[in-house]
């Protein structure tokens, strides 16, 4: 024992691993294990207190085949997704804005990012008011204007429902999108800007040709975390709409709730996450490509 | 090709004036460098020649053309920056195709031209390299690639060797000369070092402070300096600078010692306070006083360099530099006699910085 720590790497390795192995516990119990768990889950049929028994590709089957349900909540969850590309192009917008040397800029900044921190639910709630035919402030608006006549129920209506809670999604992450980009311009040595000036290049093409790719990084992570969002907006729906008119706003993770917490169907929804997972993997794996490997990474020297 | 003229040229950042109404007058094909220490203006003086900063007042010209309002595109210069700013997401052919490509340049012309610039700089087994993967000369050389092949009036260089190590800077500074010699072009080069000054300057523009000390060529900013400022700042080791008093008979009071001047110049009569100026390579080591130019002091450190050995002289308070013969060989604690080389010292008014020579 003295033998191995007398050895200076020895000794750092340990320090290393002491002081992972706390965090790694816990990844493991509330991770690693839990996501085991649910594979096999998804192979097997399983109640509480009942025994599990091998399904093989049974609720597999089962979702391709005869579950419209999961094909529409699978569908509206691409939908949702668009809200993706919208919220970052509003979000580079707005970060080549207050970039500019304006007065107030910083105001602007923190106004933009304000909602990111909110909760969820608090900023579900809200917009539910907002989108209220009767007491909420947007239909006010419109019919103060004239755009309307008559109220608009939004987040009842089949035809406006989505799209209104697209927009609360955009609203709440454009800040953070922002955020990023605004780091990424800020990381663009001004000389580059410079150089191309006295090479001849006008602002549209200093802007597609140098500012753009040079912030594939930012855009690359933005969406990764546009595409985890949409998996994952499980409390904004259930807030705002709760999957509904009908089927309307259903995206898989309120789907998967519901069969797991609502049906009981704990081994099928297993299986739907399995599948959401791998669609997960395979857009970050789309988004990699599209950016040129290595998520995007430019070497930006010196 | 092109002559460029700064007139009463002004920058104020707010309230703050950097630069306070420099005048100076650059021939055609001619290699200009502005040298002085940071933060004296160089940048922003090249920078508003560029276009990237506005003028406060005053005017700048690009042939016989004014262009304090013209786009940085169409003054048709190119520059170099200091950490070269190379496009990181461009091979370097693409780098250097980049500024022909909005000059409605032809396809197949741009290939040429990049080829051939490629050829001249050796840098045609590394176009399909990224900036990264280059070497600190390779990318410097990448940065003068861009702006040669675009056939510009007039090149800028803002510090462009600084990043570099000695020995390499020593070799670029050399290629930059050649260059120069074989294409040109009006060159407007900003450096703090005065070694690159002096080394490829047709004519030299010491800076201090936002306003121009000297303009002349290299002999003669080292040789002639204007001010006291210029005085110090050219040559390595700088020249001695030692206060001083005239006696009124021709002899100045040196260091609490009498110093014979009448063979260069007349002291001012007044009693005022002067600075006496002597390079390291005027003054040598003598055994006896004979003919008035001499003071005593204390030897304090040699440092035997190899072509030749520098001095390091107490004289009171005073510290003085000699850059003597290597075959001397002065003993540390000794005193020695030091014999200034009048006809090459200098002398200037304290209060203003004024040569008075
Ligand atoms: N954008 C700026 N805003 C305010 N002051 C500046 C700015 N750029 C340069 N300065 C000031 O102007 C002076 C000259 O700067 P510069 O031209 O860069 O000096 P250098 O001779 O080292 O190139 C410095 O005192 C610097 O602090
Ligand atoms: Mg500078």
């Known amino acids: ?302 | 090709m092109a002559t460029v003229e700064f007139r009463n040229l002004v920058k104020r950042y707010g309230s703050v004036e950097v630069v306070h109404g420099i005048n100076l007058s650059i021939n055609d094909g001619e290699f200009l460098v502005l040298v002085g220490p940071s933060g004296c203006g160089k940048s922003t003086s090249l920078r508003m020649l560029a276009g990237l900063e506005d003028v406060t007042a005053g005017e700048i010209l690009i042939g016989e053309a004014e262009v304090n309002e013209v786009e940085p595109r169409d003054r048709d210069i190119a520059m170099v920056f200091q950490d070269y700013a190379l496009y990181p997401h461009m091979s370097v052919y693409d780098n250097m195709a980049f500024s022909l490509l909005y000059r409605k340049t032809p396809k197949a012309e741009i290939r040429e031209r990049v080829m051939e610039t490629a050829e001249i700089l050796g840098l045609t087994p590394l176009l399909d390299r990224r900036p990264k993967q280059l070497s600190g000369g390779q990318r410097q050389r990448v940065a003068m690639g861009r702006a040669i092949v675009r056939k510009p009036q007039v090149f800028l260089f803002d510090e462009p060797l600084s990043n570099l190590d000695a020995k390499l800077r020593a070799s670029m500074r050399l290629e930059i000369k050649k260059l120069h010699r074989s294409l040109g072009v009006t060159t407007v080069y900003v450096t703090h070092d005065q070694i690159e000054a002096m080394t490829l300057a047709d004519r030299v523009v010491v800076m201090n402070g936002g306003n121009i000390d000297q303009i002349g060529s290299p002999e003669e900013v080292y040789h002639a300096p204007r001010t006291l400022f210029v005085a110090g700042f050219i040559g390595s080791p700088t020249m001695n600078l030692l206060p001083a008093r005239s006696n009124g008979n021709s002899t100045l009071s040196v260091a609490g010692q009498t110093l014979n001047v009448a063979s260069r110049f007349t002291p001012p009569d007044e009693d005022r306070d002067l600075v006496f100026g002597i390079r390291p390579e005027d003054i040598t080591l003598s055994a006896e006083d004979a003919s008035g130019s001499e003071i005593e002091g204390l030897i304090d450190v040699v440092e035997a360099l190899g072509p030749d050995t520098l001095v390091f002289v107490n004289v009171g308070e005073q510290h003085l530099i000699a850059r003597v013969n290597p075959d001397i060989h002065p003993v540390t604690g000794q005193p020695v006699r030091l014999n200034f080389n009048i006809e090459k010292s200098h002398l200037f008014d304290a209060r203003s910085g004024e040569a008075l020579s």
């Open chain 1, 1 to 302: 024992m003295t033998r191995l720590f007398r050895l200076k790497r020895n000794r750092e390795l340990a320090f290393v691993w002491a002081l992972l192995i706390p965090a790694l516990i816990i990844y493991l119990f509330y991770r690693v294990i839990p996501l085991l768990w649910n594979v096999v889950l998804s192979f097997s049929f399983w109640a509480p207190g009942k025994p599990l028994e091998f399904a093989g590709l049974y609720h597999y089957e089962e979702m391709v085949f005869f579950d419209d349900g999961f094909w529409i909540a699978l569908k509206n969850t691409g939908v949702f997704m668009l809200a993706t590309p919208v919220a970052i192009s509003l979000a580079l917008a707005l970060a080549l804005l207050v970039d500019q040397k304006i007065r107030g800029r910083n105001i602007y900044r923190t106004l933009i990012f304000l909602p990111y921190p909110m909760m969820v639910v608090a900023v579900g709630i809200v917009w539910r008011w907002l989108y209220n035919d009767s007491v909420g402030l947007i239909n006010y608006g419109l019919r103060t204007f004239g755009i309307i006549s008559e109220p608009i129920a939004f987040l009842e209506s089949y035809r406006f429902a989505m799209i209104s809670v697209m927009a609360a999604a955009i609203w709440q992450i454009v800040g953070f999108f922002m955020i990023i980009i605004l780091t990424g311009l800020q990381n663009i040595p001004p000389h580059l800007h410079e150089a191309a000036l006295i090479d001849g290049a006008r602002a549209h093409h200093r802007f597609w040709r140098i500012t753009l790719p040079l912030l594939r990084p930012s855009l690359f992570l933005c969406v990764i975390l546009g595409v985890i969002a949409s998996f994952t907006s499980f409390d904004l729906i259930y807030t705002m709409t709760g999957g509904g008119p009908g089927r309307e706003t259903e995206l898989l993770i309120t789907y998967i709730y519901k069969a797991s917490f609502t049906l009981s169907q704990f081994d099928y929804a297993a299986a739907m996450t399995v599948v959401m997972f791998a669609l997960f993997l395979t857009l970050a794996t789309i988004a990699n490509r599209l950016s040129g490997g290595d998520a995007g990474k430019v070497d930006i020297t010196d």
